[in-house]
């Protein structure tokens, strides 16, 4: 059975780092591409950074660029997103999400989702 886990979440100052992981099981997550989502209260949830298997291509929301990292370890079966300069409005539950969809950092094509960790920016 598929499974994706995140970790890594927390509260930082605006300005601070964070980094997310994201492990799979069941599954080789190199073999899909993989996306990090986030959801805010009361807002839909967006792409934050998506890479593709085929090219390598990473997307970063413009929101990000920048700031924000997606990087992968084959050899753990994981992924990072490295979060650095953050502000508030990045404050919200991340989620990592694998598949193979049309549109790479489209959440409603992705099929196969972790649970989520909260990032709060806060002071």
């Known amino acids: 059975q598929w499974h994706l886990v995140e970790s890594g979440g927390g509260l930082v100052q605006p300005g601070g780092s964070l980094r997310l992981s994201c492990t799979g099981s069941?599954?080789?997550?190199?073999?899909?591409?993989i996306g990090w989502f986030r959801q805010a209260p009361g807002k839909e949830r967006e792409g934050v950074s998506c890479?593709?298997?085929?090219?390598?291509?990473?997307y970063y929301a413009d929101s990000v660029k920048g700031r924000f990292t997606f990087s992968r370890d084959n050899a753990k079966n994981t992924v990072y997103l490295q979060m650095n300069s953050l502000k508030p409005e990045d404050t919200a539950v991340y989620y990592c999400a694998a598949d193979n969809p049309f549109r790479l950092c489209k959440a409603d094509e992705y099929d196969y989702w972790g649970q989520g960790t909260q990032v709060t920016v806060s002071s």
């Open positions: 069941g599954f080789r997550l190199e073999y899909y591409d």
């Open positions: 890479i593709s298997n085929s090219d390598g291509y990473t």
